[in-house]
C-alpha cells in the first residue's frame, strides 16, 4: 500500500518566516556535510515543519524569531 506525500509548502508565496527549530540533523551533499533544521513556520501547525539547509534559511532570513531575535519579524 503506498501512502500520499504531504503536498510541499511553497514558501515564495507564503507570507511565513522562520519561527522555531524543532530538531537538526547532518546531511551529506556531494562531498559536503550541511546541517538541516526542522522548521517550525509562523501560523503553521508543528505538523507543516518543513527540513531546510539551516544556512540558507539564516541568510533569506536573517531576523526571524528562530534565531533568537526578540521583535523581529
Known sequence: MFSDFPTPLD???ANVVPEKVLD???VKKGNAVHVQV?????????????WEDY????RRYPGAPAWGHAGSS
Open 11 to 13: 514558501l515564495s508565496v
Open 24 to 26: 537538526r540533523k547532518m
Open 38 to 50: 526542522l522548521m517550525q513556520w509562523s501560523g503553521l501547525s508543528e505538523e507543516a515543519a518543513t
Open 55 to 58: 544556512e540558507v534559511l539564516k
